[in-house]
Antibody, heavy 121, light 107 residues
Framework: EVQLVESGGGLVQPGRSLRLSCAASGFTFDDYAMHWVRQAPGKGLEWVSGISWNRGSRGYADSVKGRFTISRDNAKNSLYLQMNGLRAEDTAFYYC??????????????WGKGTTVTVSS | DIQMTQSPSSLSASVGDRVTITCQASQDISNCLNWYQQKPGKAPKLLIYDASNLETGVPSRFSGSGSGTDFTFTISSLQPEDIATYYCQQYDNSPPTFGGGTTVEIK
């Protein structure tokens, strides 16, 4: 069974850091690009970042550029999102999603259940 | 960034009704358009990719059409399990962008 399981969310103060992880199973992880997508409480979906299969291509939403870093460890079948300088507006449910191809085009065909990040003092 | 405008933002229909949602892109995106379903408290699920291709395992009552800037998503016969919010999303240009969502309820 294809599965993505996010972890690492929690309550954090503004300005602090948090690292999200996504463990993949049931497919050949290093064949596919991966994404992070978030959803603020009661709001719609917002793409955050994507990374190609070989880490050669990475992209970020303007809202997180310079603060968030996406990475992956293909040997561990894992995707990460390092979030620095967190702001209240980063409060959201964060989903890990698999792309249907090796480049992060944006056809997200498998999603994890998500992890909650709350930024508050 | 490409803006995706979905309408309506919500709708109420009876079981068995035909339901149509539209999505308009701020510029030509060819057929680089996906539709997702998100049930309450759940993760999004890909239903339609490349504007009109049904993802494996998705019931055939769901369909999509369109190209360029104007797209349509249709549920041919609404079922109780279709209660959800539906999002369009373009991937022609980075960053991928989503429409605001359409919440479908049963009348």
């Amino acid at each position: 069974e294809v599965q993505l399981v996010e972890s690492g969310g929690g309550l954090v103060q503004p300005g602090r850091s948090l690292r999200l992880s996504c463990a993949a199973s049931g497919f050949t992880f290093d064949d596919y690009a991966m994404h992070w997508v978030r959803q603020a409480p009661g709001k719609g979906l917002e793409w955050v970042s994507g990374i190609s299969w070989n880490r050669g291509s990475r992209g970020y939403a303007d809202s997180v550029k310079g603060r968030f870093t996406i990475s992956r460890d293909n040997a561990k079948n894992s995707l990460y999102l390092q979030m620095n300088g967190l702001r209240a507006e980063d409060t959201a449910f964060y989903y890990c999603a698999k792309d249907a191809s090796g480049t992060p085009h944006g056809v997200m065909d498998v999603w994890g259940k998500g992890t909650t990040v709350t930024v508050s003092s | 960034d490409i803006q995706m405008t979905q309408s309506p933002s919500s709708l109420s229909a009876s079981v068995g009704d035909r339901v149509t949602i539209t999505c308009q892109a701020s510029q030509d995106i060819s057929n680089c358009l996906n539709w997702y379903q998100q049930k309450p408290g759940k993760a999004p699920k890909l239903l339609i990719y490349d504007a009109s291709n049904l993802e494996t395992g998705v019931p055939s009552r769901f369909s999509g059409s369109g190209s360029g800037t104007d797209f349509t998503f249709t549920i041919s016969s609404l079922q109780p399990e279709d209660i959800a919010t539906y999002y369009c999303q373009q991937y022609d240009n980075s960053p991928p962008t989503f429409g605001g969502g359409t919440t479908v309820e049963i009348k």
